[in-house]
C-alpha cells in the first residue's frame, strides 16, 4: 500500500467469504435451504457490512482471483504469481490461513469419492458425492467431523465417524461432555468407531472409494468419505519471513509483524504471542481471523502500538437445517486448564467450567440464551476465582452462571 494502492491475491475463483459456513449450512440438503455465496462473502458472520465482487470494485480494491503467489523476492519487495504477473509491495499480509492434512496417495487419500474440505470447490464436489451416496464414512472426531456428520444424518445417509481418540473433540470437550454429545449423534443414527487407526482406503472396481480398511483388519463399506483430521498452516512461500517451530506457522509479535520489515501475517498462518496465558499460539479461527485482520492493519496505518490481547473462543452449530429435532449450538471462551466441573442435563442445557488454581480458566456453555453467551467472555477475561463446592451444587446452568457472575470483580460485572 505504498501509493495507497490494495491488491487481494487468492487461489480461489471467489471473493473472501466465511469459512465456517462450508462444512455448516452449505452442506445442507437442497430442500433445506443450504447456504450459498453470496450469501456468505465477509464479514457477514459477524454483521459486517458484506464484501461481495461489487465492494471491492467500488472501493478501487484490486482483486486478482485464480493466480496464488508463488515466490517473494523480499530485497525487490516483489511477489511472483502463478501466471507470472510481478507485483511490488510496500506492505505485504500474509494471510494464507491453512490447508486441509490429506492421506497419502498410497494409502488411498487421493480416490475419487474421498473429500477434504478448506474451500467451496472442496464443499461443491462434496455435495455432489452427497447426492448419490448411500454409506458415509467421516475420519475424524474434531469440528469437521462433527459438523459434516451432522449434515449427513440432515441428508438421511448411513453415518459412521472412525476416530484414533478414545472420545469426541479430544482437545476440548471432557469425557462426561462428549458422551452426552455422542449419545445425541447415536439418537440421529450416527455410528461410532473410537480409538480406531485407519490402514487404508480401498477401491473398488470402478476405481472409486468403496471401503475403509483398519489396523486390526476390519473393514467399513463407505462409498463417500470425507476425512477431518487437522489442517496444516500454509506457510509456503514465504519460509524465509521466519517460521515458528512449536505451533508452525509464520511467526509475527503483537503487532503482527515478522521479522522482516513491512511484512505481517494473520489468521490461521500467523504464530503469534497469546497475551493472557503468556505463550504463542496458532489459532485456527474466524474470530481470530477478523481480529487479527483489524489490529494488524491498525498498525500498520496508524501508530498503534498496543499488544493484540487475544480471548480464545471456539464454538460449533450442528443439525440446523429444517425439520431437526434439535439444534445444537455451543460456545466455549477462554482456556480448558485445571479440574473441570459440569452442571445441567444437556436438556437441553449443559455448562462445562475449568477451574485452575481456584480461578475461573475456561467455560462452555451448550443451548445457552443471548446474554448467557454474553457473559462467558467476561468470566473468561477476568478469571474470577469461584466457590468450587458451591458452583458444584448448583441446580441448574443458570445457577451456575450466576454464583460465576457474582464472583466478578465489580468492574467486570455485567
Not at 478448506?118 to 448419490?132: H, P, Y
Request: with cysteine; glycine share 10%.
Amino acid at each position: 500500500m505504498a501509493d495507497g494502492r490494495l491488491c487481494i491475491v487468492s487461489k480461489e475463483a471467489y471473493a473472501p467469504y466465511e469459512r465456517p459456513a462450508l462444512t455448516k449450512g452449505y452442506l445442507f440438503p437442497l430442500d433445506k435451504k443450504p447456504a450459498r455465496l453470496p450469501g456468505f462473502h465477509t464479514c457477514v458472520g459477524s454483521g459486517g457490512e458484506r464484501q461481495t465482487p461489487e465492494w471491492y470494485k467500488e472501493k478501487g480494491i484490486e482483486m486478482i482471483y485464480q493466480d496464488p503467489v508463488t515466490s517473494i523476492d523480499i530485497e525487490k519487495q516483489t511477489l511472483t504469481t502463478n501466471s507470472g504477473k510481478l507485483l511490488k509491495y510496500g506492505s505485504l499480509i500474509v494471510a494464507t490461513g491453512c490447508t486441509a492434512s490429506r492421506f497419502p496417495d498410497k494409502i488411498g487419500g487421493n480416490l475419487p469419492g474421498v473429500h477434504y474440505i478448506r474451500d467451496v470447490a472442496d464443499a461443491d464436489a462434496l455435495i455432489s458425492s452427497l447426492e448419490k451416496a448411500k454409506k458415509v464414512v467421516v475420519v475424524g472426531g474434531g469440528y469437521i467431523g462433527m459438523e459434516v456428520a451432522a449434515a449427513a444424518v440432515g441428508w438421511k445417509l448411513d453415518t459412521t465417524i472412525i476416530f484414533p481418540e478414545n472420545h469426541l473433540l479430544q482437545r476440548l470437550f471432557t469425557p462426561s461432555l462428549a458422551q452426552r454429545y455422542e449419545q445425541l449423534y447415536q439418537q440421529n443414527g450416527v455410528k461410532f468407531v473410537k480409538g480406531a487407526s485407519i490402514k487404508n482406503l480401498e477401491a473398488g472396481s470402478d476405481g472409486r472409494v468403496a471401503a475403509v480398511k483398519l489396523e486390526d483388519g476390519s473393514t467399513i463399506d463407505a462409498d463417500t468419505i470425507v476425512i477431518g483430521i487437522g489442517a496444516k498452516p500454509t506457510v509456503s512461500p514465504f519460509e524465509r519471513v521466519g517460521l515458528n517451530s512449536s505451533v508452525g506457522g509464520i511467526q509475527v509479535d503483537g503487532q503482527f509483524r515478522t521479522r522482516m520489515p513491512g511484512i505481517f501475517a494473520i489468521g490461521d498462518v500467523a504464530a503469534f504471542p497469546l497475551k493472557m496465558y503468556d505463550r504463542i499460539a496458532r489459532v485456527e479461527h474466524v474470530d481470530h481471523a477478523r481480529r487479527s485482520a483489524q489490529h494488524c492493519v491498525k498498525a500498520l496505518l496508524s501508530a498503534q502500538t498496543h499488544t493484540y490481547d487475544y480471548l480464545p473462543y471456539f464454538y460449533s452449530r450442528v443439525f440446523e437445517y429444517e425439520g431437526s429435532p434439535r439444534k445444537v449450538w455451543w460456545q466455549f471462551f477462554g482456556d480448558n486448564v485445571g479440574e473441570t466441573i459440569e452442571i445441567g442435563n444437556f436438556d437441553p442445557k449443559i455448562a462445562t467450567f475449568w477451574i485452575d488454581s481456584g480461578k475461573l480458566k475456561g467455560v462452555l456453555v451448550e443451548s445457552g440464551s443471548p446474554e448467557e453467551f454474553q457473559l462467558l467472555p467476561t468470566l473468561a477475561r477476568s478469571q474470577p476465582f469461584v466457590d468450587k463446592a458451591k458452583l458444584q451444587q448448583a441446580s441448574s446452568v443458570e445457577e451456575a452462571l450466576e454464583i460465576a457472575r457474582a464472583a466478578l470483580p465489580a468492574e467486570a460485572a455485567v
